[in-house]
């Protein structure tokens, strides 16, 4: 069973158009992080929300911590080629020393 | 500044045979961490050293798995023997480790090892 629940599992797009994937679950987290990855690379950090309700924005990448700190979504607007990649979500249970528990991803697509 | 390094990139053998993986972390990061990650999955532990100490090393196969961090830098990955269903990326990651445990901290990734057995 997957802790952490992504979705969707995979999005295809055109250039120019919005979307917004989701991350849930039901346990409670102290902390979540949104990691890209790009074919042949590792995931690199984009972002870590720790305040329920929280909102951070990235250039045209919003993300948002559920008020319960139980789910994240992350909304990109005007999506463009260079947004393709894996999204990860990883979020660190409360009282689990700190340790990430991940998503398997979201894999996006953006058509020129 | 140099970022995690892993070799090889690729590696191909026949099942039965040992494979041997290398990660060099940030210089100066005291956390180590070996993930497996199959194909459109989430990146899964295997095993986190905080210096050259293993902390987590409780989802690690150690009937075949093996690793070692001796001087608490550089960390080699083993598997013998090595099954088809071993076929998978091996990330290596590492994070500066110098939150006291207190926080989540950025894992800093490296390319991977991409693993082919058959």
């Known amino acids: 069973t997957q802790l952490l629940e992504q979705s969707p599992q995979f999005l295809s797009i055109q250039e120019g158009e919005n979307l917004t994937v989701y991350c849930n679950s039901s346990?409670?987290?102290?902390?979540l992080q949104w990691y890209r990855q790009e074919p042949g690379e590792g995931p690199v950090l984009l972002v870590t929300v720790v305040t329920g309700g929280e909102v951070k924005k990235l250039k045209r990448l919003t993300f948002q911590f559920g008020d319960a700190r139980k789910d994240s979504s992350l909304h990109i607007t005007a999506a463009q080629p260079g947004d393709t990649g894996l999204y990860l979500c990883?979020?660190?249970?409360?009282?689990?020393?700190?340790?990430?528990?991940w998503g398997a991803g979201t894999k996006l697509i953006i058509k020129p | 500044e140099a970022g995690v390094v892993q070799s090889p990139r690729y590696k191909i053998i026949e099942k039965k045979q040992p494979v041997a993986f290398w990660c060099n972390p940030i210089s100066g990061h005291n956390t180590l961490y070996w993930y497996l990650q199959n194909l459109g999955q989430g990146p899964e532990l295997l095993i986190r050293y905080e210096n050259e100490e293993a902390v987590d090393d409780s989802q690690l196969p150690k009937d075949r798995f093996s690793a070692e961090r001796l001087k608490g830098v550089d960390s080699t990955l083993k598997i013998q023997p090595a099954e088809l269903g071993d076929s998978a990326v091996y990330l290596c990651a590492s994070s500066p480790g110098t939150s006291g445990g207190h926080r989540v901290e950025t894992q800093y990734f490296g390319p991977g090892t991409r693993l082919l057995v058959l």
């Open positions: 990883a979020g660190d249970e409360v009282d689990s020393n700190y340790q990430l528990i």
């Open positions: 346990s409670v987290f102290s902390s």
